[in-house]
């Protein structure tokens, strides 16, 4: 692939995610300008079904829904629960590739299915135990455009201060993701499949690699699954924790940088011990 496919590739990838990061800004813009006692009590309770709600939206083949959960995060609209289960359920480009090769329906449906039912134990189980010391705080869609300098309060709209966060993450995304396509285009298949064939490593070395903010580590694990070069404990746990580009937009929009910290070991936890498990069932 020469530079050129790459900057194409790239382009297109980011302006996909544009109408879903224009729309969610439009929804944080409007929450804030309506919020009143009894939205915040609504969203509150509607909290209680975000880790199920999260979980099912994940399983739809596209990054997109990462980077809103890591918006919405960011701005304390849903719990750290809710945000790894999207993560984790997230199927990116392991649907498409798999439909496309023509692999078993039954296969399909239990990838699926396994990442969905992970995302929601795992999800209920985060919120439980990580609300236990960090009760979850109000919400706070303002620190938002504060971290972004944008002074949209002054706006008497909410379709230019949406416009201005969509535009700034959307060339924020498009930058790292040339950066890492451009090093992707260089990993060796052959070189990685050694490494991941590893015994006992193995979900723990595709969990690293499936962290890397891309669809692309979703793309080449799945391929070398399909190509018999991995097992299928190994796409799992690979798997579950690459939520596209998800995590890129937690560390822009979500100044908290340990708590980012915290929630990729989490993730990346959960990941490793779901492939693990994986190995019991399938």
């Given at each position: 692939m020469n530079i050129t496919d790459i900057l194409i590739d790239t382009l297109v990838d980011s302006l996909e995610l544009f109408p879903l990061l224009f729309i969610t800004y439009l929804f944080l813009e409007y929450l804030e300008r309506k919020m009143t006692d009894k939205t915040t009590v609504w969203v509150q309770k509607a909290g209680h079904f975000g880790p199920l709600i999260g979980s099912l939206c994940g399983t739809i083949p596209q990054c997109g829904f990462s980077v809103v959960a890591a918006n919405?995060?960011?701005a304390r609209?849903?719990?750290i629960g809710t945000l790894i289960a999207i993560f984790l359920s997230t199927s990116d480009e392991t649907l498409p590739i798999l439909i496309s090769s023509a692999a078993s329906p039954l296969l399909i449906a239990k990838i699926i299915g396994y990442k969905f039912v992970c995302g929601i134990i795992f999800g209920y189980l985060i919120d439980y135990l990580w609300h236990q010391k960090h009760p979850m705080p109000n919400i706070n869609i303002e620190q938002l455009c504060e971290d972004e300098n944008c002074h949209c309060e002054n706006e008497e709209n909410i379709w230019l201060p949406a416009l201005h966060h969509s535009l700034n993450i959307t060339l924020f995304i498009f930058v790292?993701?040339?950066i890492l396509n451009i090093l992707f285009a260089f990993i060796q298949p052959d070189y990685l499949t050694k490494y991941l064939q590893t015994p006992i490593f193995s979900e723990l070395?595709?969990?690293?690699f499936g962290l890397l903010p891309n669809c692309s580590a979703s793309v080449v694990l799945t391929q070398l699954y399909l190509e018999n070069?991995?097992?299928i404990s190994t796409l799992i746990s690979g798997s579950l924790v690459n939520g596209g580009v998800g995590l890129?937009?937690?560390f822009r929009v979500n100044k908290r940088l340990k708590q980012n910290f915290k929630i990729l070991g989490v993730l990346y936890t959960c990941g490793v011990i779901g492939g693990l498990i994986s190995r019991l069932i399938f």
């Open positions: 919405l995060f960011a609209v849903i719990s790292i993701i040339l070395l595709s969990g690293l070069c991995i097992n890129l937009v937690l």
